[in-house]
């Protein structure tokens, strides 16, 4: 029903392949240097190359969904988000029948570029038992029965594993339930930062999820695997 592809989701739904990609924040390269701190503009070439290595593994797909936070800089659209994304949604055309772009809190002004390619931005989208949204909003169709899958953004999810002698941070995908929905929290794409642990910070989820008790599964990126870690709760 779904697969971990690297850090990236696979679903198959009413005979559809859907891919899934968590938070991209593209142009957030643009944003830092614009503060002053100077840094190569390598996300993108890097994001491509990542998914050139998914695509090789899984073929082409029937829709991808990009989960939210797809552009970085809130209240505008700068120069790199524009050709980021537009780059992106062109790639994406050649691997898919099909985008769907779901609004994050950083894309409040994405229309305009998805308009460039005839997408509409969605605040959610259904396709049989799942339900694919951000996760910084709730809205009252992602509580219909039939929708017993929820997978959500946002969170940015990793977690610290340590060996006894150092400490490591890896992306992660967390599996738990929720009023009876089964949820699934996709880490970001997004490598500038690995994202947060929940046993030390709030991941801001609009839902009270009992985070200790959803299952941890460890991004294995080189391999594009993932590492079954167990619960939350009983990580050291």
């Not at 899934?20 to 614009?34: P, Q, R, S, T, Y």
């Not at 070439?45 to 899984?58: A, G, M, P, T, W």
């Not at 969605?122 to 929708?147: I, M, P, Q, S, T």
């Amino acid at each position: 029903m779904f697969e971990f592809i690297g850090k990236c989701l696979l679903v198959e739904e009413q005979g559809k392949k859907i891919l899934v990609i968590g938070d991209l924040h593209l142009g957030f390269e643009e944003a830092l240097n614009k503060t002053g701190v100077f840094v190569f503009r390598k996300m993108f070439s890097e994001v491509i190359e990542y998914l050139d290595r998914v695509f090789e593994k899984i073929g082409n797909v029937d829709v991808v969904v990009l989960l939210g936070d797809v552009k970085h800089v809130f209240g505008r659209i700068v120069g790199q988000e524009w050709n980021d994304i537009l780059g992106l949604l062109d790639y994406l055309e050649d691997k898919c029948k099909k985008i769907v772009v779901i609004r994050g809190n950083h894309d409040k002004i994405i229309g305009p570029i998805a308009k460039k390619r005839g997408i509409v931005v969605e605040n959610y989208w259904v396709v049989g038992r799942f339900c694919f949204l951000h996760g910084d909003k709730d809205f009252v169709e992602n509580y219909d029965k039939e929708a017993r899958y929820w997978v959500v953004g946002h969170g940015h999810p990793a977690v610290k594993i340590s060996d006894g002698i150092k400490v490591e941070k890896f992306k992660t995908f967390l599996v738990g339930k929720y009023k009876r929905k089964n949820v699934i929290l996709v880490p970001s794409f997004f490598d500038y930062n690995l994202g947060s642990d929940p046993r030390e910070n709030d991941l801001r989820f609009v839902w009270d999820f009992n985070l200790k008790k959803f299952d941890v599964w460890i991004v294995q990126d080189d391999k594009l695997e993932v590492l079954d870690f167990g619960k939350l709760d009983e990580l050291e």
